[in-house]
T-cell receptor, first 112, second 112 residues
Framework: TQLLEQSPQFLSIQEGENLTVYCNSS?????LQWYRQEPGEGPVLLVT?????EVKKLKRLTFQFGDARKDSSLHITAAQPGDTGLYLC????????????FGKGTKLSVIP | DARVTQTPRHKVTEMGQEVTMRCQPI?????VFWYRQTMMQGLELLAY????????DSGMPKDRFSAEMPDATLATLKIQPSEPRDSAVYFC??????????FGAGTRLSVL
């Protein structure tokens, strides 16, 4: 059972465009994380959101946790080729829980 | 620059052979995770150690997979005998807080 659905699966855009990717679930998570994974490398943690409705910004990236803590979005403003990669969301069920459930990811290509 | 080190980076073997993957967690980290990543299933947790003790290996096929931490600087994942369906990228991650995990670059395993 896939608990975290990410959409779209693939996204190819031109440099300078804006984009939003989504992470949805029917389950409630105590926290949700976003990772970026580049080819041949492991995932790198970008952000953790904990509170329903929380918004965090990391330069051109904006992360939002849904009010009900079941979904999240990642918005990138003025995408650059360096943003290319696989974006994974991962949810934790309990506070301090080690068990992260990962989505399958959104593969983003930013074309110069 | 502290990082999780995984060896080998690539492994090609024949069905039935034993495979051993190694992981050196970040010095001082007390949690170690083994994951498997495939296109179909995404990232799946195989095993989790805290302070070298195995706390959860429910995601691991017990008949052929085994995970150990002989000491605080080494974690191993063994597959014996290996099968073609084991082909995947295997990641080790370490951390101090369970849901903050630092991933290695992975071992890409191909079983022919």
């Amino acid at each position: 059972t896939q608990l975290l659905e990410q959409s779209p699966q693939f996204l190819s855009i031109q440099e300078g465009e804006n984009l939003t990717v989504y992470c949805n679930s029917s389950s409630v998570f105590s926290s949700l994380q976003w990772y970026r994974q580049e080819p041949g490398e492991g995932p790198v943690l970008l952000v953790t959101v904990v509170t329903g409705g929380e918004v965090k910004k990391l330069k051109r990236l904006t992360f939002q946790f849904g009010d009900a803590r079941k979904d999240s979005s990642l918005h990138i403003t003025a995408a650059q080729p360096g943003d290319t990669g696989l974006y994974l969301c991962a949810g934790a069920r309990g506070a301090g829980s080690y068990q992260l459930t990962f989505g399958k990811g959104t593969k983003l290509s930013v074309i110069p | 620059d502290a990082r999780v080190t995984q060896t080998p980076r690539h492994k090609v073997t024949e069905m039935g052979q034993e495979v051993t993957m190694r992981c050196q967690p970040i010095l001082g980290h007390n949690t170690v995770f083994w994951y498997r990543q495939t296109m179909m299933q995404g990232l799946e947790l195989l095993a989790y150690f805290r302070n070298r003790a195995p706390l959860d290996d429910s995601g691991m096929p017990k008949d052929r997979f085994s995970a150990e931490m002989p000491d605080a600087t080494l974690a191993t994942l063994k597959i014996q005998p290996s099968e073609p369906r084991d082909s995947a990228v295997y990641f080790c991650a370490s951390g101090l807080i369970e849901n903050i995990q630092y991933f290695g670059a992975g071992t890409r395993l191909s079983v022919l």
